[in-house]
């Protein structure tokens, strides 16, 4: 009997450990690999958000949100509102997170650490240690006048 219940555990242990490591592996499966253009070290071809983005858009078209880490460590957290985690970890130094989504829920666990670009605009960097929590939008094309 006490054999036949520390067998279980094991099997329940295994389990939980597999399950903990496919959420943490950093794979963003294939869903949000063709929705997401980059998360580049700095120096390599598309670690400025420029260049080819995600499901054909051509060099022109301007991310939604490009975060870049500026310090050692950068916790960020970017998700689809309603939807999809895009991002939940520490960026390195140099590295950049760049996303096409038409809108993208963003928290910043230390906003002095990242440079924020939107809609092609930076955004003023906040303080060492401050914690901001924003939404950001595509703009939307103006329609064009008929006639």
Do not use: W
Not at 87 to 103: F, K, N, Q
Not at 136 to 143: I, Q
């Amino acid at each position: 009997m006490g054999a036949a219940v520390c067998a279980l555990l094991g099997i329940v242990a295994v389990g939980v450990f597999a399950l903990i490591a496919s959420l943490d592996s950093g794979d963003p499966g294939p869903d949000r690999a063709a929705s997401a253009a980059a998360t580049t070290p700095a120096g390599e071809p598309g670690a400025d958000g420029a260049g080819q983005g995600p499901s054909g858009r051509g060099g022109d078209a301007v991310p939604t949100v490009v975060i870049e880490c500026l310090e050692e460590n950068c916790p960020v957290f970017l998700r689809i509102p309603g939807g999809d985690v895009l991002v939940d970890r520490e960026l390195r130094a140099g590295e950049t997170a760049t996303y096409y989504e038409p809108r993208i829920h963003v928290v910043l666990y230390d906003a002095g650490s990242v440079r924020v670009v939107v809609n092609g605009e930076e955004r003023e960097r906040g303080a060492k240690g401050e914690r901001r929590t924003f939404t950001v939008s595509r703009p939307t094309p103006s329609p064009s006048p008929s006639g």
